[in-house]
């Protein structure tokens, strides 16, 4: 008995309906990034141990897959090493290389290797897959594709405003109205920090605030508390719980609160010339806001973060985000490469166009014409129709037999194949197509010009 | 000091450039797979190691990636597995995953998968990358993309047909002139050695003729008397060592020397019914040629064999091949599926229309057009105009920074840009932008529809 195939937990298949609507997705990142100045690049699957552990904290260490060393990996290891049996010594001996868990430390690893023959500033992006040994769960699987796009080499604050363009071009494209991109500044985090005199507690202060959404004010204050800030200080950053208005009254608000921090006030003004500029040029989509309780990734971003939400009344966290970071690539012993980058959450993205139904039909290019099959003769006078269509970017086929009629029918019918043709001697004779759309149920006769036509 | 960076053996970084070209060829390819009307699927790029162990031959059980189980993965090991210290035998005890071999073994499993879900004759097509713990060597890689198309659950010969067309429309697309495609059959090779009297002999016999291109007439004879082939029968075959002619021709030859062979005229009869129909439907690229002594994947094909040669006068193997099938998912307890595929070589069609400078010069879309930052109020126009283009559709770009004009020059000189703009205020003054030819040096100025004009 045959075994019952399956694939891996936390994996999947695509079918060709899903691959086209991810292909859209992805074309149309693309011919955005492209269009922006960014250039593809693309690194192995793998990577050398070494590269990656160690970059992602001990619990990104544990995620990364690691693969084992090929032939007679273990005539190799250390007798003593391979008593004690332990799976963590063990594994640094029988593995060498391990599947990347993100696309940053690559594309890091990547400058510095190529520094020689890349002219910064550099604009990259990069749409490959990653794998992460995570639990799988709703939405979280074990391999994804990440969709990212990096300006390295410049801490020119344009770049950034170029981002909020790029989002809004891509949103665009996409028809996702009301998407917002919300913004903030890791400065004016330490200023808010600062500001209350608990610039020690930056992290504890930011990773409290980060849950205003998730528990409320009296959450966020209660939090804030227990990790020993005083209640003084917290009534005195107290505004930024309720901040509304527009992007530049709220940073208005925020210049009340950082009087007094110098890096409060940076933060600001970097903020404000990204809005002034944005508000020059204008956007299309999506709306341009200042979030000041946004602190995601802030170990490692220091001046802008992003992040973007969906339409409201989509459930469905962020579907894109990034920030600007000061040293990419020190952990490979190039210094002062700072940078700023975005992602797409492809996954995401996906479901949200499926719910809002914004796939639009000619993502799922099918065949839209299936010539039934009567014979010899009749098979040959149909496939010259259909090369003639397929000359013209018309994607038809011939059945491959000359099954039952009902059952070639039944085919274009679970295809969801709109037209077909039959065409016997008498359509022969005559030079013609008899073509039957298959939704209404009508039929007419038309020459190869007419079938292009009816089809276009 | 921080480690030097480098990438695993046998893998590839790919360039802003090399990754435009190698989609430049994957767009055409699935462009074309699906004007053919077949559907992309993708497959995860690991498969449980039940799904593709033993499937490949014991060479091919070593080549496979294993992947090493996530956490404490010795605790499960069984101690007397353990202290038998045999990498055969632990393998099996912490790794439960490997990274795919082919395309092929995970399409069949899918087919199996989702049997209930697909409408068969089922056409698919998969581009996605591979991995084989191979030596590497020159144009041998570790991780490579396959790039393939099958049609499953039919036998008719019309899709072997749509096959040969399929190979012309992609290499005409991609302008490879020259380029064969030739065919043979199991069934001639069958018929050839039961001709001889050495039915039993098939795999000598082809294993020997297939090197009829590298070791001549006088070495397959040396090496077919050494597997014990009579004499007097390879005088019998002889002839075709010299075969020459049209497709037509060189049937009409083995249809006297396989006159008594059943199996032999089945497979002369498929042939002629696929030739008959292409000379019948037109070629405009490839040539259709016969070879009998192709016998690629002799193990596997059971009926058509393909393979495709470049063109002459270039130093490369086949790039291409393919055939039919009998049984591809009996592996998976499901039986009867018969089908054909074929595969396109997308590193060595990359290195043909490389070496032939078949690339165009739009497969590499870069940016064209660069402005150069004179500082605030300057920048500010300059983004004007650059979202203006980017909304027509043309990639332009802001030097991020008021660098001295020297660097911004050299900038653009270096990424290959071939024009810039110089917009100081008497440009802005009167609406206008100085455009530079980098090539020529040629200046003149402009509107920005002038702009658009120029850069169309």
């Known amino acids: 008995m045959a075994q019952k195939p399956s694939i891996p937990k936390g994996t999947r298949d695509f079918s060709p309906e899903e691959v086209l609507r991810r292909n859209y997705i992805i074309n149309t990142l693309r011919s955005n990034f492209e269009l922006f100045g960014f250039q593809p690049i693309e690194t192995p699957s793998f990577e050398n141990s070494s590269t990656l552990m160690g970059k992602y904290g001990d619990e990104g260490d544990r995620l990364i897959f690691k693969i084992l060393n090929s032939g007679d990996y273990l005539s190799k ?17 029988i593995s ?52 990212d796009a990096d300006a390295v080499g410049s801490d020119s604050l344009l770049q ?46 930011t990773v409290a605030l980060d849950k205003l959404d998730k528990i409320g004010e009296e959450g966020v204050i209660k939090e804030m508390l227990a990790k020993g800030i ?6 005195r950053v107290k505004p930024i719980f309720n901040v509304s208005g527009t992007f530049a009254e709220k940073l ?10 110098d890096v409060g006030k940076q933060g600001i003004e970097e903020l404000a010339y990204i809005n002034d500029k944005i508000e020059a040029l204008g956007l299309t989509t ?10 995601r990734g ?15 009344g989509v459930k469905m966290g962020s579907i894109g985000g990034g920030g600007r970071y000061d040293d990419l690539t020190g952990i490979f ?34 065949t839209k014409l299936l010539f039934i099959n009567f014979g010899e003769a009749e098979s040959l006078y149909c496939l010259k129709a259909v090369k003639a269509l397929r000359e013209a970017g018309i994607t038809s086929e011939l059945y491959p037999d000359a099954a039952k009629m009902k059952k070639q029918m039944s085919h274009a019918d679970k295809r969801n194949i709109q037209f077909v043709v039959l065409a016997g001697t008498q359509e022969m004779e005559e030079g013609v197509y008899t073509l039957k759309n298959m939704k209404t149920g009508d039929q007419t006769r038309v020459d190869l010009e007419g079938l292009k036509a009816a089809l276009a």
């Open 77 to 93: 290891v250390n007798d003593s090493v391979y008593q004690e049996r332990d799976s963590n010594k063990l594994t640094s001996e």
């Open 286 to 295: 999506v709306t341009l806001d200042l979030d000041v309780t946004l602190a």
């Open 298 to 312: 802030l170990n490692y971003y220091t001046g802008a973060i992003f992040e973007v939400a969906a339409p409201e």
């Open 96 to 147: 060498e290389k391990a599947l990347r868990y993100d696309l940053t430390v690559p594309f890091a690893r990547y400058v510095v290797q190529h520094q020689n023959e890349i002219e910064f500033p550099f604009k990259r992006y990069q749409i490959q897959p990653v794998w992460r040994a995570d639990r799988p769960q709703k939405g979280r699987f074990r391999e994804f594709f990440q969709c």
């Open 333 to 366: 012993g190039l210094k002062n490469m700072s940078g700023v980058g975005i992602s797409f959450g492809l996954d995401r993205i996906y479901l949200v166009l499926e719910e809002l139904g914004l796939f639009p039909e000619q993502a799922i290019k099918g």
């Open 160 to 205: 950034e405003v170029a981002f909020v363009q790029l989002y809004d071009a891509v949103f665009t494209d996409l028809g996702l109205k009301g998407t917002t991109v919300k913004m903030n500044n890791r400065k004016i985090l330490s200023g808010l920090a600062e500001a209350i005199g608990a610039a020690d507690k930056l992290i504890d202060f």
């Open 230 to 235: 005083s209640e003084e200080a917290i009534t």
């Open 252 to 261: 208005e608000l925020l210049n009340q609160l950082l009087a007094d921090s």
